[in-house]
C-alpha cells in the first residue's frame, strides 16, 4: 500500500505563490505517476497536474499551464506542486494521486491507486 499526505495548503492572495507538497509512503517503488487533482463544492474533481516518475514527463490541465509547475524529488519520495499566479478560481481541495501502473492515462482519475486527504488552498482578492 502506499499512503499520500499533502501539506502546503492555506490562504493566499490572487497573484500570489503557494508550494504544496504530497509525501509518499510505503510501498513507493509501485509509484509509476502522480497526480494533483482539485475540487471545489459545488464542482467536480478535476485534473491539475500529473508527473510520470520513469522519465519525468509532466501532464497539465490547460486552466494552470504556465502558472503552476509539478516535480518529484525521489530522494525524499515527495511530489511538489508549485503554484503560482494564483486566482480565486484555483480555490478548492487540492488531492495527491499515486498510480501503480502506467497502462492508463494519467490526466483522468481513475488512474489513480491511492489518494490523499486534501489540502485547502483559498486564493482571495
Known amino acids: 500500500q502506499v499512503q499520500l499526505v499533502e501539506s502546503g495548503g492555506g490562504s493566499v492572495q490572487a497573484g500570489d505563490s503557494l508550494r504544496l507538497s504530497c509525501a509518499a509512503s510505503?510501498?513507493?517503488?509501485?509509484?509509476?505517476?502522480t497526480g494533483w487533482f482539485r475540487q471545489a463544492p459545488g464542482k467536480e474533481r478535476e485534473f491539475v497536474a500529473a508527473?510520470?516518475?520513469?522519465?519525468?514527463?509532466?501532464y497539465y490541465a490547460d486552466s494552470v499551464k504556465g502558472r503552476f509547475t509539478i516535480s518529484r524529488d525521489n530522494a525524499e519520495n515527495t511530489v511538489y506542486l508549485q503554484m503560482g499566479s494564483l486566482n480565486p478560481e484555483d480555490t478548492a481541495v487540492y488531492y495527491c494521486?499515486?498510480?501503480?501502473?502506467?497502462?492508463?492515462?494519467?490526466?483522468?482519475?481513475?488512474?489513480?491507486?491511492?489518494w490523499g486527504q486534501g489540502t485547502q488552498v483559498t486564493v482571495f482578492t
Open positions: 494521486a499515486a498510480s501503480r501502473d502506467g497502462q492508463y492515462r494519467v490526466t483522468r482519475g481513475y488512474a489513480y491507486d491511492y
Open positions: 508527473i510520470r516518475w520513469s522519465g519525468g514527463t509532466t
Open positions: 510505503g510501498r513507493t517503488a509501485s509509484i509509476t505517476a
